[in-house]
T-cell receptor
Framework: AQKVTQAQTEISVVEKEDVTLDCVYE???????LFWYKQPPSGELVFLIR??????QNEISGRYSWNFQKSTSSFNFTITASQVVDSAVYFC?????????????FGEGTQLTVNP | NAGVTQTPKFRILKIGQSMTLQCTQD?????MYWYRQDPGMGLKLIYY???????DKGEVPNGYNVSRSTTEDFPLRLELAAPSQTSVYFC???????????????FGPGTRLLVL
């Protein structure tokens, strides 16, 4: 069975600090997909990134970056120079199999609070 | 495109009542999903559908039913509401081609359900 662990329940930082959100996953499949979603206080789920198991390249998008390491089964998310608007719950998710959308398993989320 | 829409936004039910949560997507996505999110937790898959007329159970299907008569609509039915079904319900959709790239699930705004 697949499993996603986000060990950090809550993180609090001061604006402009860098912050890394950890995600560790378990799967028996060789083909799988990893996702990060953001859930701001308004409650909707916002897609941030998708990564398949064959692509271990790190990715940077503005202040966001992701570090995927198959050797440690981790897919960590870093926000550089955090801003108050980054305050949200962030979810890491895993999907197994040939199609990424069949069944998503979510971690329990990390509540990030960025203080001014 | 409106994306994924859900109605109602909020509902209070008495124990034993029934209701249907509506979900519609206008992106011509073939896959649709229902998740529930309990307070402070990640999302758990209730049911999903890979196309009209085809549905399958997810991780927590007990107490729920679904149907998929059209590509656009995927209603979730609660037959005998119980306090344990108090949660936020999210509908999602994706377009799966079966290829190696995988696809992203896009979520509706959620329905908050309180069973008293």
């Amino acid at each position: 069975a697949q499993k996603v662990t986000q060990a950090q329940t809550e993180i609090s930082v001061v604006e402009k600090e860098d912050v890394t959100l950890d995600c560790v996953y378990e799967t028996r499949d060789t083909t799988y997909y990893l996702f990060w979603y953001k859930q701001p206080p308004s409650g909707e789920l916002v897609f941030l990134i998708r990564r398949n198991s064959f692509d271990e390249q790190n990715e940077i998008s503005g202040r966001y970056s992701w570090n995927f390491q198959k050797s440690t089964s981790s897919f960590n998310f870093t926000i550089t120079a955090s801003q108050v608007v980054d305050s949200a719950v962030y979810f890491c998710a895993l999907s197994e199999g040939e199609t990424s959308g069949s069944r998503l398993t979510f971690g329990e989320g990390t509540q990030l609070t960025v203080n001014p | 495109n409106a994306g994924v829409t859900q109605t109602p936004k909020f509902r209070i039910l008495k124990i034993g009542q029934s209701m249907t949560l509506q979900c519609t997507q206008d992106m011509n996505h073939n896959y649709m999903y229902w998740y529930r999110q309990d307070p402070g937790m990640g999302l758990k898959l209730i049911y999903y559908s890979v196309g009209a007329g085809i549905t399958d159970k997810g991780e927590v299907p007990n107490g729920y039913n679904v149907s998929r008569s059209t590509t656009e609509d995927f209603p979730l039915r609660l037959e005998l509401a119980a306090p344990s079904q108090t949660s936020v319900y999210f509908c999602a959709s994706s377009y799966e081609t079966g290829g190696p790239e995988g696809e992203t699930q896009y979520f509706g705004p959620g329905t908050r359900l309180l069973v008293l």
